[in-house]
């Protein structure tokens, strides 16, 4: 009797331990793909730096590598990624600062259950529709403002991603600035301030780290943006910082690669590593910047 | 401090609040822009699309006249990789989140797997293109395939899957897994009989969010180098021969609807723009009812329970 229930006990133990252990390494797979990612990048990306030295690549002024005469100077893609990012956050921060000010401190609860599920499907909207919107809707109208503006450019890309980006900001700012206590805001209004008053003077000073992380965020969001400039902004790289000419990405860039029919193993093959590593230590620095200012604010209240 | 008379101070606190009132106004507005976007681009895709829309649109393939060119491989290639993405995304991500909010010793193995789930989601999904490209079809083989497609999307909405979970789990109060301990019951009889019972709707809602999301993608599937131009489907997967089921649909080439899309904008044909418009709102719709769904879940969720 003791003997057949302690038996029991012990398959039971046995089959808890295979079922942790499964359990764990499904949560090993996320690590596998960082790992994957970085190996698979690195790996490409030194063959890549076998052919074409790095100083090169940081300091040529020239993008051409499929060209006879090549040249691999990322500044040129990069220039188009801040460009991009740089209209990008200049619509996406005041329209989403404002939007989470009033929503944190104007806004009744009604018509912020309203909005927020409704900003919440502005961001699910699939990119390649916002790319479409970009070059069939607002780049003729922006042609009517600024004669002169090419079919591809970087502005209204850049526009449309802002747009894409405002409810991701807003949100992670209205989480920081509704975690900022109600005994700051009730002292605030005790002294006879508007609600305008305390949200600029109190509520968003403390909450300027987690605002701040919202930014961050925002930029490496727009950084890594691809089909919106890859059917925007064109595939043509361009040493610029002008909003209103055409130039390639590095996103743009990797897709424009991805279309062609490049043999693996050629150089022009890795150069999309080398690209796409170079993303990725882009939007690691913003990311790890984010989450850090993020976690900090979390600790200040 | 010089005194002021009250004049001058009705004065200050009229401005104020005249502040306060033209701030309201325009976060209104800000908001409103936001909402105008949105309706602007369903309506510009729905009046550029509309001729498009007839059901001979879902049953042509693509096409080299405009007129006759079709989704039908486009919305069969979608729903094979989404099938794909559900059955390895679904029980990954699950299994993922039960093992760190009910498992998980506080350790630092447990810490590098939570600070790689919350980089992992911040990485650009163009980024996992270029992992599919260089490990699942040159250093496994698996090739241009649905297969190859539905894994990579899978990787790309993990953490989305996860977090949800987790969220889902964290939400479950601990007397109710106290109660079942006490009963004597083991970790997993918890996990199965308490644990995913009661946070079935948090996950099902970031499942939907997470496959939205997917069904969206456009720059991984380019970069495996999905074929824009298939006028032809996968093998079917229920054959007529025993057993009745074929996985060959699986290594098929393929295209989904934003490729299909992505194809027909940058043609300079504005016909083929008419195409993309209507695929555009097909996509668009089945998105929107998808986050709408799980918009209305989580709604209900919050409702419902009462612990």
């Given at each position: 009797?003791?003997?057949?229930?302690?038996?029991?006990?012990?398959s039971?133990?046995?089959?808890e331990?295979?079922?942790?252990?499964?359990?764990?390494l499904?949560?090993?797979?996320s690590?596998?793909?960082?790992?994957?990612?970085?190996?698979i990048?690195?790996?490409?990306?030194?063959?890549?730096?076998?052919?074409?030295?790095?100083?090169?690549?940081?300091?040529?002024t020239?993008?051409?590598?499929?060209?006879?005469?090549?040249?691999f100077?990322?500044?040129?893609?990069?220039?188009?990624?801040l460009?991009?990012?740089g209209?990008?956050?200049?619509?996406?921060?005041?329209?989403?600062?404002?939007?989470a000010?009033?929503?944190?401190?104007?806004?009744?609860?009604?018509?912020?259950?309203?909005?927020?599920?409704?900003?919440?499907?502005?961001s699910?909207?699939?990119?390649?529709?916002?790319?479409?919107?970009a070059?069939?809707f607002?780049?003729p109208?922006?042609?009517?403002?600024?004669?002169?503006?090419?079919?591809?450019?970087?502005?209204?890309?850049?526009?449309?991603?802002?747009?894409?980006?405002?409810p991701?900001?807003?949100?992670?700012?209205?989480?920081?600035?509704?975690?900022?206590?109600?005994?700051?805001?009730?002292?605030s209004?005790a002294m006879?301030?508007?609600?305008?008053?305390t949200?600029l003077?109190?509520?968003f000073?403390?909450?300027?780290?987690?605002?701040?992380?919202?930014?961050?965020?925002?930029?490496?969001?727009?950084?890594?943006?691809?089909?919106?400039?890859?059917?925007?902004?064109?595939?043509?790289?361009?040493?610029?910082?002008?909003?209103t000419?055409?130039?390639?990405?590095?996103?743009?860039f990797?897709?424009?690669?991805?279309?062609?029919?490049?043999?693996?193993?050629?150089?022009g093959?890795q150069?999309?590593?080398?690209a796409?590593l170079?993303?990725?230590?882009?939007?690691?620095?913003?990311?790890?910047?984010?989450?850090?200012?993020?976690?900090?604010f979390?600790?200040?209240? | 401090?010089?005194r002021?008379?009250?004049?001058?101070?009705?004065?200050?606190?009229?401005?104020?609040k005249r502040f306060?009132?033209?701030?309201?106004?325009?976060?209104?507005?800000?908001?409103?822009?936001?909402l105008?976007?949105?309706?602007?681009?369903?309506?510009?895709?729905?009046?550029?699309?509309?001729?498009?829309?007839?059901?001979?649109?879902?049953?042509?393939?693509?096409?080299?006249?405009?007129?006759?060119?079709?989704?039908?491989?486009?919305?069969v290639g979608?729903?094979?990789?989404?099938?794909?993405?559900?059955?390895?995304?679904?029980?990954?991500?699950v299994?993922?989140?039960?093992?760190?909010?009910e498992?998980?010793?506080?350790?630092?193995?447990?810490?590098?797997?939570?600070?790689n789930?919350?980089?992992?989601?911040?990485?650009?999904s163009?980024?996992?293109?270029?992992?599919?490209?260089?490990?699942?079809?040159?250093?496994?083989g698996?090739?241009?395939?649905?297969?190859?497609?539905?894994?990579?999307?899978?990787?790309?909405?993990?953490p989305?899957?996860i977090?949800?979970?987790?969220?889902a789990?964290?939400?479950?109060?601990?007397?109710?897994?106290?109660?079942?301990?006490a009963?004597?019951?083991?970790k997993?009889?918890?996990?199965?009989?308490?644990?995913?019972p009661?946070?079935?709707?948090?996950?099902?809602?970031?499942v939907?969010?997470?496959?939205?999301?997917?069904?969206?993608?456009?720059?991984?599937i380019?970069?495996?180098?999905?074929l824009?131009?298939?006028?032809f489907?996968?093998?079917?997967?229920?054959?007529?021969?025993?057993?009745?089921?074929?996985f060959?649909?699986?290594?098929?080439?393929?295209?989904?609807?934003?490729?299909?899309?992505f194809?027909?904008?940058?043609r300079?044909d504005?016909?083929?723009?008419?195409?993309?418009a209507?695929?555009?709102?097909?996509?668009?719709?089945?998105?929107?009812?998808?986050n709408?769904?799980a918009?209305w879940?989580?709604?209900?969720?919050?409702r419902?329970?009462?612990?």
């Open positions: 009797m003791s003997a057949a229930r302690l038996s029991h006990r012990a039971r133990h046995i089959k331990r295979i079922i942790e252990s499964i359990l764990f499904a949560a090993l797979v690590v596998g793909t960082t790992l994957g990612i970085v190996y990048l690195v790996k490409e990306s030194i063959v890549f730096f076998g052919h074409v030295p790095l100083w090169d690549f940081l300091t040529d020239q993008w051409t590598p499929l060209f006879d005469d090549a040249h100077g990322i500044i040129v893609l990069l220039s188009g990624t460009v991009s990012s209209v990008a956050l200049a619509v996406a921060i005041p329209l989403g600062t404002i939007i000010i009033y929503l944190s401190e104007f806004a009744s609860a009604r018509a912020r259950e309203f909005a927020k599920p409704v900003l919440e499907l502005l699910g909207v699939p990119t390649i529709i916002y790319g479409y919107f070059l069939l607002l780049t109208l922006l042609q009517k403002l600024i004669p002169g503006l090419p079919g591809f450019n970087l502005l209204s890309a850049g526009i449309v991603m802002g747009i894409m980006i405002v991701y900001v807003a949100s992670i700012s209205e989480d920081a600035m509704r975690a900022v206590p109600m005994s700051l805001r009730e002292g209004y006879g301030a508007t609600r305008l008053q949200a003077k109190v509520v000073p403390g909450a300027l780290s987690g605002i701040a992380a919202a930014y961050i965020l925002g930029i490496s969001r727009a950084v890594g943006e691809t089909m919106i400039l890859a059917v925007a902004a064109g595939m043509q790289p361009n040493l610029t910082w002008n909003p000419e055409s130039a390639a990405t590095i996103t743009a990797i897709v424009q690669v991805a279309l062609g029919d490049l043999p693996h193993g050629s150089v093959y150069t999309i590593f080398a796409g170079t993303l990725m230590l882009l939007t690691l620095v913003f990311n790890v910047l984010g989450h850090v200012m993020r976690r900090r979390r600790e200040q209240y | 401090m010089a002021k008379d009250i004049g001058e101070i009705r004065g200050i606190i009229a401005r104020a306060d009132m033209i701030f309201g106004v325009v976060g209104v507005l800000a908001l409103g822009l936001g105008l976007t949105f309706v602007t681009l369903f309506v510009d895709m729905a009046l550029d699309g509309y001729t498009r829309l007839t059901p001979d649109f879902f049953t042509e393939f693509p096409s080299r006249r405009a007129e006759r060119a079709g989704i039908l491989s486009a919305w979608t729903t094979l990789v989404m099938l794909v993405t559900a059955c390895v995304a679904v029980p990954l991500g299994a993922a989140g039960i093992y760190l909010e498992y998980a010793p506080r350790n630092w193995v447990t810490d590098i797997i939570e600070i789930i919350t980089n992992l989601a911040g990485v650009p163009i980024i996992y293109g270029l992992l599919a490209l260089g490990l699942f079809i040159y250093e496994f698996l090739g241009q395939s649905i297969l190859t497609a539905g894994l990579t999307l899978a990787l790309l909405i993990l989305v899957v977090v949800a979970t987790r969220e789990i964290r939400s479950i109060p601990s007397h109710i897994r106290e109660g079942a301990y009963l004597g019951a083991t997993w009889q918890v996990v199965q009989h308490h644990i995913l009661y946070s079935m709707g948090g996950i099902m809602t970031g939907i969010i997470g496959m939205a999301r997917a069904i969206g993608e456009t720059a991984p380019i970069t495996i180098g999905a824009t131009f298939i006028a489907l996968p093998p079917s997967p229920v054959t007529t021969a025993f057993p009745f089921v074929s060959e649909w699986l290594n098929s080439p393929f295209t989904v609807m934003p490729i299909q899309i194809n027909w904008t940058s300079p504005p016909n083929f723009h008419a195409n993309a209507a695929a555009g709102f097909i996509l668009v719709l089945m998105t929107l009812a998808m709408g769904l918009i879940l989580r709604y209900r969720i919050r419902n329970i009462k612990w």
